[in-house]
T-cell receptor
Framework: GENVGLHLPTLSVQEGDNSIINCAYS??????FIWYKQESGKGPQFIID?????DKRQGQRVTVLLNKTVKHLSLQIAATQPGDSAVYFC????????FGKGTKLSVKP | EADIYQTPRYLVIGTGKKITLECSQT?????MYWYQQDPGMELHLIHY???????EKGDLSSESTVSRIRTEHFPLTLESARPSHTSQYLC????????????FGPGTRLLVL
């Protein structure tokens, strides 16, 4: 069945380093993917999205890469800051949005 | 900052009680959603609505019910709360034209004793 999941449940990085958060999906018909950030005690917040006809999309300090061959999605955060500490979810659309389990990013000062 | 609100933020209640979780948005969005999320886990869609008088069940079966009498409000009701209902409930909304970009409320943390 459809499955969206993250390879690592937790990720710890040093402040200033780059972070890479990965996501695997199984529905090859999904045409749209989103990354959300969820801080403690808050609802998820949209970060960046990408459509299936693209391989890469850049935002401010964030880049999403889509590899449809291996059904892999990644979120790269440049110069990670303490404010980036949160749980990150990927979601795919194959109908309604389907969310993955999330990766907790911790930034060490 | 999204203009979507949920009340209460925290609720501790006994088994068998009827509860209603409120969700309201001031963005005029047609589509609204309810998700259930256990701590650190993924979000599961339990209800959604295309607009007034529209309600649909989501991917995860839920004993809760919803109503959409007004565009701004999408309350979720549990007629008889049980400990298995303990979870976080997140409400979201989106524009019809860009339904993938969902704006989330802060959530309601429910504990049923």
């Amino acid at each position: 069945g459809e499955n969206v999941g993250l390879h690592l449940p937790t990720l710890s990085v040093q402040e200033g380093d780059n972070s890479i958060i990965n996501c695997a999906y199984s529905n090859s018909a999904s045409d749209y993917f989103i990354w959300y950030k969820q801080e403690s005690g808050k609802g998820p917040q949209f970060i960046i999205d990408i459509r299936s006809n693209m391989d890469k999309r850049q935002g401010q300090r964030v880049t999403v890469l889509l590899n449809k061959t291996v059904k892999h999605l990644s979120l790269q955060i440049a110069a990670t800051q303490p404010g980036d500490s949160a749980v990150y979810f990927c979601a795919e659309r194959g109908g309604n949005l389907i969310f993955g389990k999330g990766t907790k990013l911790s930034v060490k000062p | 900052e999204a203009d979507i609100y949920q009340t209460p933020r925290y609720l501790v209640i006994g088994t068998g009680k009827k509860i209603t979780l409120e969700c309201s948005q001031t963005m005029g969005h047609d589509k609204m959603y309810w998700y259930q999320q256990d701590p650190g886990m993924e979000l599961h869609l339990i209800h959604y609505s295309y607009g007034v008088n529209s309600t649909e069940k989501g991917d995860l079966s839920s004993e809760s019910t919803v109503s959409r009498i007004r565009t701004e409000h999408f309350p979720l009701t549990l007629e008889s709360a049980r400990p298995s209902h303990t979870s976080q409930y997140l409400c979201a909304s989106s524009e019809w034209e860009s339904e993938e970009t969902q704006y989330f409320g802060p959530g309601t943390r429910l504990l049923v004793l």
